[in-house]
């Protein structure tokens, strides 16, 4: 089955920076794809999402960009804080999929006081 | 408000042995996931739920099966363990256009 990756399973940035983390899907059927931020002994949890009807969103210090021509998803993480380091999932979800996610690998940010 | 709990946290099995893990949330979310974590990958579905009384397999559901009684709860069994199943396993739920609500995980080592 078709699955999402990651271009780079690692990324340390200064604080203050800002970050970008990639993630390249290849279902062209998928209609909706997240970020999830996953903490150490912690479950994921909901950074923001698109639709694939949009090619932008914000939210508080954090933008998703959808390129649907290229399949790629970017997450841009503005002001990165020693709070953010973790690990950062895409997720996407195929039309009618009842909600079910494939997820990609992984980015471990570490970001540096 | 809880979010999703997920019971216990951890367990140890020897291979062969059985166990059910426990996953609540009180949202009242209709869908329902159980998914599986192993090192260096992203998580994997084994079975979900899109409502009371209803399962379905996801990608990876051998070795595991899912009960749906009640709307706020989904058990995980795995009847016979194998090392293979050593895992983290996440619980989450959600409405159905909405993001995935999960649980803190529960690790398991089977030896």
């Known amino acids: 089955g078709e699955s999402v990756g990651l271009h780079l399973p690692t990324l340390s940035v200064q604080e203050g920076d800002n970050s970008i983390i990639n993630c390249a899907y290849s279902?062209?059927?998928?209609?909706?794809f997240i970020w999830y931020k996953q903490e150490s002994g912690k479950g994921p949890q909901f950074i923001i999402d698109i639709r694939s009807n949009m090619d932008k969103r914000q939210g508080q210090r954090v933008t998703v960009l959808l390129n649907k021509t290229v399949k790629h998803l970017s997450l841009q993480i503005a002001a990165t804080q020693p709070g953010d380091s973790a690990v950062y999932f895409c997720a996407e979800k195929e039309r009618g999929s009842y909600g079910k996610l494939t997820f990609g690998q992984g980015t471990i940010l570490t970001v540096h006081p | 408000n809880a979010g999703v709990t997920q019971t216990p946290k951890f367990r140890v099995l020897k291979t062969g042995q059985s166990m059910t893990l426990l996953c609540a949330q009180d949202m009242n979310h209709e869908y329902m996931y159980w998914y599986r974590q192993d090192p260096g990958m992203g998580l994997r579905l084994i079975h979900y739920s899109v409502g009371e009384g209803t399962t379905a397999k996801g990608e990876v559901p051998d070795g595991y099966n899912v009960s749906r009684l009640k709307k706020q709860n989904f058990l995980l069994g795995l009847e016979s363990a194998a090392p293979s199943q050593t895992s983290v396993y996440f619980c989450?739920?959600?409405?159905?256009?909405?993001?995935?609500?999960f649980g803190n995980g529960t690790r398991l080592t089977v030896t």
């Open positions: 279902n062209s059927a998928s209609d909706y």
């Open positions: 989450a739920s959600s409405y159905g256009g909405s993001p995935l609500h």
